[in-house]
């Protein structure tokens, strides 16, 4: 107990740090076991590491939330609930990132720059493994970021701070991969960051609860899985990384990063009502 209530105490970096720690102290042999019985099917091990990495994050906040954060219902205090207004706001949220791909997507056909094409894989198929995809993404990254550190980070620091340094950390970490693959996606950088502080204005807006940036994180996850993995475009000519948002990451695009400039100026306006004056 005297550790826990230590733990409390200490500044939020090294919160996060001995959480993390911890995290990936069981999920690392787990990853190598999944790699091991599943060396010819790496979806297959994808999945199996990732299922295994959110099961044991749940677990651990669930821990911690009671331990550190001194919660009786630590998933609702990291803005996870199931009430029926959380589930509409994540299908309004959903609607909005599938609606925003498909403007997107329509802004660069009806510019010239893209033309559609039939899709490489059968559309029922396509756009139910994307819905899985989506799901999963949404669900684990907003409980991630805009759940769990974004509140660790609110303890010690202005929101303000809080907001764009959880954001800033979301972006980064898509860029753990080897030296070209970073350098290659590096232009989507500052998209990130701002579809950071986009999910984050979402939690806001709905009073901490996690289903508007759920649903809207999965909604653009599914519009952009559709389009990629469906191969639904094709560019006609070679165009610069800053006019082709379905020819790698759309926040690396001008349009994309509009886009997302758009989306988060809405919700920043509607976390700024949500604020009591």
Do not use: C, K, N
Request: net charge positive.
């Amino acid at each position: 107990m005297r550790y826990w209530q230590a733990l409390a105490q200490r500044p939020a970096p090294l919160r996060l740090g001995v959480f993390v720690a911890v995290w990936l102290l069981p999920w690392l042999p787990l990853a190598a076991l999944a790699a091991w019985l599943l060396p010819t099917r790496p979806s297959a091990e994808t999945v199996a590491s990732a299922g295994g990495a959110f099961v044991l994050f749940v677990g651990l906040l669930r821990v911690w939330g009671r331990r550190v954060q001194r919660v009786r219902q630590p998933l609702r205090y990291y803005g996870l609930t199931t009430t029926p207004a959380a589930g509409r706001d994540a299908l309004q949220g959903f609607g909005v990132g599938a609606a925003a791909i498909a403007g997107l997507l329509a802004t660069e056909v009806g510019l010239g720059w893209a033309l559609l094409q039939p899709p490489a894989l059968a559309l029922p198929r396509l756009l139910g493994e994307g819905l899985l995809s989506a799901l999963g993404v949404g669900l684990a990254e907003e409980l991630v970021f805009r759940g769990w550190l974004l509140q660790e980070l609110q303890r010690d620091y202005a929101a303000g701070t809080a907001l764009w340094a959880s954001a800033g950390i979301y972006a980064s970490l898509h860029y753990v991969q080897p030296l070209p693959q970073l350098l290659q996606s590096l232009p989507a950088l500052p998209g990130l960051i701002v579809l950071g502080a986009a999910l984050a204005w979402a939690r806001r807006a709905r009073g901490g609860e996690l289903g508007l940036a759920i649903g809207l994180h999965a909604g653009l996850v599914w519009g952009h899985y559709a389009i990629d993995v469906g191969e639904l475009v094709r560019y006609p000519v070679e165009l610069p990384t800053w006019a082709t948002a379905f020819d790698g990451h759309p926040a690396a695009s001008a349009t994309g990063f509009l886009l997302l400039g758009g989306i988060a100026l809405r919700l920043r306006r509607a976390a700024r009502r949500r604020q009591p004056r």
